[in-house]
DNA sequence: ATAAGGCCCTGACCGC
DNA sequence: TGCGGTCAGGGCCTTA
């Protein structure tokens, strides 16, 4: 499931791949894959256009074009960017749902088994944008911004999190590892953080989305299913230092209190009951 | 404005 | 072996 730290190292390995192709033939075998124009119209508008970027705003992927308008990006669950090159076996895979015939021999392959992600083809990627909240890593976003979006707010830090207009990119996996670190339960109601407590979790977020950039981002499951891995197929290793998502039962790498799994908002979410010391429940997160 | 629930999707997994 | 039910979940939409 690519959150933030996926989606940036797709942004970063795909730039040396991508900068200053051109694209030669757009082939849609999911129509729905493209959200906001017709296939017809969104096959017209990439022909011939040249990719002059790659950046990342939250958990979507951009692509400018060398006509200013955007190709944007949006990988949900089980998305999957793969460049591979064109003269290679044909793509006998069932889930590729678009593919962009690139300059240079390469074709980007958009792989989607689950068929929630999305393209969008803009001319301002704000239309797609609007309404995300700050970026965490930036220097911009403080714990007083961080204090403010959940003050008064009776949902449960951990739903905050995931919502997107609070911060931008936060997914079920970093919510929880961030909420461990700073040391907060996750079904505290936003209205009861301090803003020392939003300090704490303002540091912690950014360490373990930084942390995990640096290992590559998370690759879960050895099945099929939603694991993330890189342009070239290389696995992330942040999984590996996973201190509780997804490791319900299994001992607090702090306290060795086994880890629980509770429903939050209903998303799965792991914490240590001891070194996450229960404040007030949140109405929608009692423990089962 | 906020909160909660449904929807989209498919494959893995469980119990019988 | 095979079947039906449940779960997973990001973002958007609808409903209170």
Same mark, same amino acid.
């Given at each position: 499931m690519p959150e933030l730290p996926e989606v940036e190292n797709y942004a970063r390995d795909l730039k040396p791949l991508l900068? =200053? @192709? +051109?694209?030669?033939a757009v082939d849609v075998h999911w129509p729905r894959a493209v959200a906001n124009l017709s296939v017809e119209e969104f096959r017209r508008g990439l022909l011939g256009r040249q990719i002059v970027n790659t950046d990342r705003r939250g958990k979507y992927l951009l692509f400018p074009l060398d006509n200013r308008w955007t190709l944007v990006l949006h990988l949900r669950m089980t998305g999957k960017l793969r460049l591979a090159p064109?003269?290679?076996?044909?793509?006998?895979?069932?889930?590729?749902?678009v593919v962009l015939r690139l300059s240079g021999g390469q074709v980007l392959l958009f792989r989607d088994q689950r068929k929630f992600g999305r393209f969008y083809l803009v001319e301002d990627p704000a239309q797609v944008l609007k309404g995300l909240g700050p970026e965490?890593?930036?220097?911009?976003?403080t714990p007083l911004d961080l204090f403010h979006a959940v003050q =008064? @707010? +009776?949902?449960a830090i951990k739903a905050l999190l995931l919502d997107q207009h609070i911060?931008?990119?936060?997914?079920n996996i970093y919510a929880d590892e961030a909420l461990f670190l700073a040391g907060i339960d996750p079904r505290r109601p936003g209205a009861s953080l301090t803003l020392a407590d939003c300090s704490r979790l303002h540091t912690c977020l950014r360490q373990v989305l930084a942390e995990a950039i640096r290992e590559g981002g998370s690759t879960l499951g050895g099945?099929?299913?939603g694991n993330y891995q890189r342009p070239l197929g290389i696995p992330g290793r942040y999984q590996l230092r996973h201190r509780v998502y997804g490791r319900a039962g299994q001992p607090c790498p702090s306290c060795g209190t086994p880890i629980q799994r509770v429903k939050v908002a209903q998303r799965s979410t792991h914490f240590c009951p001891r070194c996450q010391l229960s404040g007030p429940v949140a109405s929608d997160g009692s423990p089962r």
């Open positions: 900068v =200053g @192709r +051109r694209i030669e064109a003269n290679a076996e044909p793509d006998s895979d069932p889930y590729t749902r965490p890593l930036q220097d911009s976003f =008064g @707010r +009776r949902a911060v931008a990119g936060v997914g099945s099929s299913l």
